[in-house]
């Protein structure tokens, strides 16, 4: 039932290849937000870019567009990142006979989120090329966003007029949505011992590494619950195998559904890494950052119920999830823009093997079309 809308399909493989070809890795976005400010104009939006990019030493801002509607009401966000991870450049959109579409193997396709590129764009087009009235529509096109969100994290959100928000930006088939994302706080932990020679006179050194290790095997890591997770990722220490090693390095993370646990669980780790840095006559040195910030968003609300509609008009089951993994909306409801965030048919991102599905990408679009109108 999707077909309803005017999908062109040639044009939505046409586009695809054509911004897969672009490479967008992170903070290198220039070309694409090039492309994409040319193709917004051309769809009659008032295009604007900010200086997110000089916050981190890139070349391209996040783009932001308005068009205006006919309907009365409250205006619709639609977003997209435009980066993509490593490797990402020289990618290549290879069609296979039964639908899917890959990278060539040594690159990622780039459909993360390419594909939720596309849908937006042929969305709108479909809106505009059937003559419906719609709704008064926002886009932003982020930078940096597979580096922990950081181009909403500077981005003016006093220029967005709308309270919901639909970011095309997960795994999955089209028709499933999370409501529901956790808060991510990443810490590093150096510890800082004294160097000595390891044969001649070890008793003078105060060895990093020991205490490092004494710490990691006192913290409870992988699943803490239900709703919380704890990793460390890297530890990285000494200089030689005849020295006592004077620092030693750790890194990792926390999720949690829960705001106040994480924090509270982040707050335990750092009070045992100084305890074991303390106990062998070191010193450390902790760092955390609040990455992504926990929300829920009920299922009464309005983003939800127009979702929900929009799917079984089309023939789609819509299914209600929540995700452990981040994306812009923490930082739209952050910002008190009601959002959630859509499959858009991508799967196995983040890896060379890859894909999305054209008729995933079709039914993405006409998704889009119908929570515009």
Same mark, same amino acid.
Request: charge should be neutral.
């Given at each position: ?13 046409? @586009? $695809? ?11 290198? @976005? ?25 916050? %981190? ?11 205006q509607g006919t309907l009365p009401g409250e205006p619709v966000l639609l977003s997209a990142h435009m980066d993509t991870v490593s490797p990402g450049k020289g990618k290549k959109a290879v069609f296979l006979e039964d639908g899917r579409i890959v990278s060539k193997g040594d690159t990622v396709l780039g459909a993360d989120d390419l594909a939720g590129i596309v849908e937006i764009l042929e969305g709108i087009r479909c809106v505009q090329e059937a003559g419906k009235p719609h709704r008064d529509i926002e886009i932003l096109f982020p930078i940096g966003e597979e580096d922990y969100v950081k181009g909403t994290d500077v981005f003016d959100f006093q ?27 990443? $810490? ?11 044969? $001649?006179?070890? @008793? ?25 997770? $704890? ?35 982040? @707050? ?78 991508? %799967? ?26």
């Open positions: 039932m999707y077909r309803i809308w005017p999908i062109n399909e040639m044009r939505i493989k046409n @586009e $695809f290849a054509e911004l897969v070809a672009i490479d967008s890795v992170s903070f290198s @976005e220039r070309q694409m937000a090039d492309c994409l400010m040319e193709k917004c104009k051309s769809l009659g939006f008032k295009v604007t870019e900010d200086r997110a990019g000089a916050h %981190y030493g890139g070349n391209a801002g996040n783009l932001y567009g308005f068009l220029t967005v007029r709308s309270k919901e928000a639909y970011v095309l930006d997960m795994s999955g088939p089209v028709g499933r949505a999370a409501i529901q994302a956790p808060s991510l706080i990443s $810490f590093q932990s150096i510890i800082h011992g004294r160097a000595a020679h390891a044969g $001649f006179e070890p @008793e003078k050194g105060v060895n990093a590494i020991l205490a490092m290790s004494r710490a990691i095997a006192k913290i409870r890591q992988g699943r803490l619950d239900e709703e919380t997770t $704890f990793n460390i990722g890297s530890v990285l220490g000494g200089e030689a195998l005849n020295i006592v090693p004077e620092i030693c390095t750790c890194t990792g993370e926390i999720r949690s559904y829960q705001n106040e646990t994480a924090l509270k669980y982040m @707050e335990q780790v750092k009070n045992t890494f100084i305890q074991k840095a303390e106990e062998v006559g070191a010193i450390c040195e902790f760092h955390q950052k609040v990455e992504l910030t926990a929300y829920k968003i009920e299922e009464n609300q309005p983003v939800v119920k127009r979702f929900q509609k929009g799917c079984k008009k089309l023939g789609i089951e819509p299914e209600l999830v929540r995700t452990f993994g981040g994306s812009d909306n923490n930082n739209f409801v952050k910002n008190g823009i009601n959002g959630i965030v859509l499959s858009c048919g991508m %799967y196995q991102v983040h890896s060379t093997n890859e894909y999305t599905i054209v008729e995933e990408l079709k039914k993405g679009a006409a998704l889009v079309a119908e929570l515009l109108v």
